[in-house]
Nanobody
Framework: QVQLAESGGGLVQPGGSLRLSCAASGSILSINGMGWYRQAPGKQRELVATIRSRYSTNYADSVKGRFTISRDNAKNTVYLQMNSLKPEDTAVYYC???????????????WGQGTQVTVSS
């Protein structure tokens, strides 16, 4: 089985910064895309940023210029550097990865349990 574990969430002041990490572990042959999504109470889950295996990236318009996604393929880890945080960034942030297991030829989406980010004064 495969597990994605997020860390780095917390409470920050508006304008502050946080760095989220997500490490994948388990029976992993390879990982394709990785990304971050977020969901606030009463709202739909939305894409924040994605990064492909050779490091091309995509960002939601709402976070462009403030957030940076990166990855370390040797460590099966994806990061999200969040700067200039706003109250509207408050949400549970979920890590996502397309993982090929040793016993499969298919990539399957896996999700972490989420980490809370709260931006408030």
């Amino acid at each position: 089985q495969v597990q994605l574990a997020e860390s780095g969430g917390g409470l920050v002041q508006p304008g502050g910064s946080l760095r989220l990490s997500c490490a994948a572990s388990g029976s992993i042959l390879s990982i394709n895309g990785m990304g971050w999504y977020r969901q606030a109470p009463g709202k739909q889950r939305e894409l924040v940023a994605t990064i492909r295996s050779r490091y091309s990236t995509n960002y939601a318009d709402s976070v462009k210029g403030r957030f940076t996604i990166s990855r370390d393929n040797a460590k099966n880890t994806v990061y999200l550097q969040m700067n200039s945080l706003k109250p509207e960034d408050t949400a549970v942030y979920y890590c996502n990865a397309g993982v090929m297991r040793y016993d499969s030829r298919n990539y399957i989406d896996y999700w972490g349990q989420g980490t809370q980010v709260t931006v408030s004064s």
